[in-house]
Nanobody
Framework: VQLQAFGGGLVQAGGSLKLSCAASGRTTSNNGVGWFRQAPGKERELVAAINWSGDITYYANYVKGRFTCSRVKGKNMVYLQMSSLQTEDTAVYYC?????????????????WGQGTLVTVSS
């Protein structure tokens, strides 16, 4: 399975971006998916996650109300809509497929990882 996160870029503070995560090689429609980010010098952290059917989501406190994770049931695409972006959101964003139909808050719970996409928020 190959995952690819895309849609990153440079945006001003207060702006929006929508990231997409595409899977190929095997369906991930039965897996939970997590969105992680890693800023320079910091550990990778879970930002948002969604279960296989899209009806259960998780958000880190610092993105609640600003980020929305979604997916179309049965499809190999997962999205992360990011709004009201802050300079602190600058990081490389990764998507990953969970080992199960739900999601995990730990990186160890994910079996497939995509290459990241860089999000840069300028002030």
């Amino acid at each position: 399975v190959q995952l690819q996160a895309f849609g990153g870029g440079l945006v001003q503070a207060g702006g929006s971006l929508k990231l997409s995560c595409a899977a190929s090689g095997r369906t991930t429609s039965n897996n939970g998916v997590g969105w992680f980010r890693q800023a320079p010098g910091k550990e990778r952290e879970l930002v948002a996650a969604i279960n296989w059917s899209g009806d259960i989501t998780y958000y880190a406190n610092y993105v609640k109300g600003r980020f929305t994770c979604s997916r179309v049931k049965g499809k190999n695409m997962v999205y992360l809509q990011m709004s009201s972006l802050q300079t602190e959101d600058t990081a490389v964003y990764y998507c990953a497929a969970s080992r199960t139909a739900t999601y995990s808050r730990s990186t160890e719970g994910y079996i497939y990882w995509g290459q990241g996409t860089l999000v840069t928020v300028s002030s």
